[in-house]
Nanobody, 121 residues
Framework: QLQASGGGLAQAGDSLRLSCSAS????????MGWFRQAPGKEREFVAS??????????KDSVKGRFTISRDNAKNKNMVYLQMNSLKPEDTGVYYC??????????????WGQGTLVTVSS
């Protein structure tokens, strides 16, 4: 129901755009988030966006470099993560996720399969 794509190998300073398509019971009005897990580390929050797209939140270390956005057009239901000025510490598997009932503040219970981002120095 959540399918992330767009990962790959990048050099420090490069840009990548991740995409997440949602289907099934994940509605276009749902809040969505991006998380990442670096090798040997816990999964961490990266960014989230409200169902309307009007509210966004970011991990401090990505503010000003990453932008989360969404396209709620009919039959599209996509969420994106534009990542600029990539750093080696951005390396990890990136997951898109939706909170329970699509509400901010609820635990994220719906997860995609992840896409690997590797940033070399």
């Amino acid at each position: 129901q959540l399918q992330a794509s767009g990962g790959g190998l990048a050099q420090a300073g490069d840009s990548l755009r991740l995409s997440c398509s949602a289907s099934g019971r994940i509605f276009s009005s749902w809040a969505m988030g991006w998380f990442r897990q670096a090798p040997g580390k816990e999964r961490e929050f990266v960014a989230s966006i409200s169902g309307s797209g009007q509210s966004t939140y970011y991990k401090d270390s990505v503010k000003g470099r990453f932008t989360i956005s969404r396209d709620n057009a009919k039959n599209k239901n996509m969420v994106y993560l534009q990542m600029n000025s990539l750093k080696p510490e951005d390396t990890g598997v990136y997951y898109c996720a939706a909170p329970r009932d699509g509400m901010f503040g609820n635990a994220y219970e719906n997860w995609g399969q992840g896409t690997l981002v590797t940033v070399s120095s």
